[in-house]
């Protein structure tokens, strides 16, 4: 297709996703599929195989497709994973840990949440003390990019902890996964969930999760939900070859096939870079225009960076907002509560030119 004829985005998602897609991704979608066609089934097949090559180079990693939003397979997972007199500690220090916990509490999982507050890292040694004195505890979950701040996690030596003490590892790699590189393997992770409408630069509709075969095994009969049960979604796609349960998203899918295909001709250390130099570019042209980060940068992701709200009493985030809306940028409002503060993103179909254009706009503005 001359893809010349597909509109342009009047703007770019500077967000942790939705994000902006290249054209390409979107025009993958004008085509119908049947659930059932063995052609959409191989490419599903092909999607997953294609997920479980990027999460580790090690064998026994298996990858389960569940529509809905990345929350969908994060609620999956957390519903599905921990048995009946099982205990999960979180470790939480932001929105989307807190999310972890009331998915714990809905369904009436046992649950410690050791919270560092939004602006501090997860304690390594309190996270320690937890599993030392607390012999229930059964799964450990942790966010790697809590973009409540921007905050990137540090996963391998969380992992290192929680399998000294032979706990089950599961990780939300939501805003990370196909943007910064994660064995899984070296991380010992048991289940890592994120999203196609995020770094891999797919359209919203459904997310994955990536675990070990034999942790997937231990799901069986444990779902609390029959549209989220991991592991009879799982067992649909690998005995129906590439089968889901129910209706799946099938433009969608064929939108994250082509958006894995960039993703391999780009390069997964290639688009790190890329996201690292967006963000470091925006930064250093943000302070030199007088904003502050609120993280300090030795905690801060490449995927999105919160700023502290400027102190003029005429500061308005929703004029803010409008005004770079109409030159073609739309970031995010801030999260935390600690703080006023706005959150830009860096990630999708983002480049140096356009943080460039981006700061130029504020400039104006300010």
């Not at 500690?89 to 929105?95: E, H, K, M, Q, R």
């Not at 590892?169 to 070296?186: K, L, T, W």
């Not at 980060?293 to 009493?313: G, H, M, N, R, Y």
Request: charged share 20%; net charge neutral.
């Amino acid at each position: 297709m001359d893809l010349d004829l597909i509109p342009a985005n009047p703007y770019l998602l500077l967000t942790p996703g939705p994000l902006s897609t290249t054209k390409s991704v979107r025009a993958a979608m004008l085509r119908d599929w049947c659930t059932w066609d063995d052609d959409y089934n191989q490419m599903v097949e092909t999607v997953r195989s294609r997920l479980v090559a990027l999460a580790s180079p090690q064998p026994g990693y298996s990858c389960v497709l569940m529509q809905g939003s990345g929350t969908f397979s994060v609620e999956a997972t957390i519903s599905s994973a921990i048995p009946v007199g099982g205990k999960l500690l979180v470790l939480n220090n932001g929105a989307y840990g807190d999310r972890i916990v009331k998915i714990a509490q809905y369904h009436k999982i046992a649950v410690l949440a050791q919270d560092s507050g939004e602006l501090g890292a997860p304690d390594l040694q309190r996270l320690r003390q937890n599993l030392e004195q607390d012999s229930a505890i059964t799964h450990v979950a942790v966010v790697h990019c809590e973009t409540t701040t921007g905050m990137l996690n540090p996963i391998y030596e969380i992992g290192a902890i929680v399998k000294e003490f032979k706990k089950t590892f599961i990780i939300d790699a939501m805003s990370s996964f196909g943007g910064i590189p994660i064995d899984m393997d070296e991380v010992q992770a048991d289940f890592l969930i994120s999203s196609a409408n995020k770094c891999i630069q797919g359209v919203p509709g459904f997310g994955f999760i990536l675990a070990k075969r034999e942790a997937l095994e231990t799901c069986r009969g444990r779902a609390r939900s029959l549209s989220l049960d991991l592991y009879d979604q799982w067992q649909a796609m690998d005995k129906g070859k590439g089968k889901w349960r129910f209706t799946s998203p099938t433009h969608v899918v064929r939108a994250f096939s082509q958006a894995l295909d960039e993703l391999q001709q780009e390069g997964l250390v290639e688009r790190f870079n890329r996201y690292r130099n967006n963000q470091r570019l925006l930064v250093n042209g943000m302070r030199e225009l007088g904003f502050e980060t609120l993280l300090p940068d030795a905690q801060q992701s490449p995927i999105i960076t919160s700023f502290i709200s400027p102190k003029d009493p005429d500061y308005s985030f929703q004029n803010f907002y409008t005004a770079l809306k109409k030159r073609g940028f739309v970031i995010y409002p801030g999260k935390v509560t600690v703080a006023a503060t706005f959150r830009i993103g860096n990630i999708g179909d983002v480049h140096a030119a356009d943080m460039t254009r981006l700061l130029t706009a504020i400039e104006l503005l300010c």
